[in-house]
């Protein structure tokens, strides 16, 4: 093979190379362009994600000062008991005490 054959098959390689690249590239860009239709369903369905996690945030939120009150409600509920039951174990105690005394009295 002389260096003029040589040479027109290197440009003929490279130009099928080019050709294939560039209808391949081609193909690639018509299939996955985005329709106009396309974009502004994707733009309404990120503005209704960004909702959801506003929406979702503030719930989230309501739910941690929901809970906030109500182990706030419960502990003083817990108190409350607390006292309740000291108030009747002391009124059991001096009633007890009330009974034993009587029971003294009249059998003295």
């Keep these: 093979m002389s260096r003029t054959e040589f040479v027109i ?11 294939l690249g560039w209808f391949a590239n081609w193909l690639v860009h018509r299939f996955s362009r985005v ?6 369903e994707l733009d309404r369905m990120s503005q209704e994600l960004h909702e959801a996690e506003e929406t ?14 109500l182990t706030n409600q419960l502990s ?11 108030g009747l174990r002391d009124a059991r105690h001096e ?6 005394y009587i029971e ?5």
Excluded at 95 to 100: D, L, Q, V
């Design 9 to 19: 098959a290197t440009a003929i390689i490279l130009f099928v190379a080019f050709s």
């Design 35 to 40: 329709a106009p239709g396309d974009v502004a």
């Design 56 to 69: 979702r945030d503030q719930a989230i939120t309501y739910l941690q000062q929901r809970e906030a009150e």
């Design 76 to 86: 003083q509920t817990e108190a409350e008991l607390r006292a309740a039951m000291d």
């Design 95 to 100: 009633a007890e005490e009330m009974r034993a």
């Design 104 to 108: 003294k009295n009249q059998a003295g």
